[in-house]
């Protein structure tokens, strides 16, 4: 089975410019998770899908930052302008159905550089 | 809201040594638990979890139990090995299943030979 896909994997940018991940989740996954994990840290809930429509995204600073997963399936997150602050790994993850006992599955992650 | 506290790293053991990694948390409800693990140059992978109070998830030789009395997911294992070496993070998950996982800021754990 194929594991959750994201590109790029690597990505460096000027401060103010604009950036855009890519994820696809494992087939059949209705919940899709973006997190940031800033070095030295654990990841951060940026935002939740289940299946099109957004479940939870009071973490995601919607100035700067917006995501989308159009039919269901593979979904974009965007950042612009980019700030400094925002250089991280951003992960996508995915899971059956979003309940609380579900194992969630990541991605290797996109490693985002603002200079 | 919810948190996740686990032990400072790095941590460095002796191959075969007996490895304890704390995790405690504050949550409302009854939430579940995990253990996930970054091997070096890889994505986070699932290493175990436990659903509800006193149950003990385990993989790999590794083992944590759901104590909600001292809400705490302490991570065990009996003898590691140079392989073990990773990152290890703590996390929960609300009862409700909305918010996603809530992660410790993760343990460095350096087994040397």
Known sequence: ?115 | GDSVTQMEGPVTLSEEAFLTINCTYTATGYPSLFWYVQYPGEGLQLLLKATKADDKGSNKGFEATYRKETTSFHLEKGSVQVSDSAVYFCALMPGGGADGLTFGKGTHLIIQP
């Open chain 1, 1 to 115: 089975e194929a594991g959750v896909a994201q590109s790029p994997r690597y990505k460096i940018i000027e401060k103010r410019q604009s950036v855009a991940f890519w994820c696809n989740p494992i087939s059949g996954h209705a919940t899709l998770y973006w997190y940031q994990q800033i070095l030295g840290q654990g990841p951060k809930l940026l935002i939740q899908f289940q299946n099109n429509g957004v479940v939870d995204d009071s973490q995601l600073p919607k100035d700067r930052f917006s995501a989308e997963r159009l039919k269901g399936v593979d979904s974009t997150l965007k950042i612009q302008p980019a700030k400094l602050e925002d250089s991280a790994v951003y992960l996508c993850a995915s899971s059956l159905s979003g309940g609380s006992t579900d194992t969630q599955y990541f991605g290797p992650g996109t490693r985002l550089t603002v200079l």
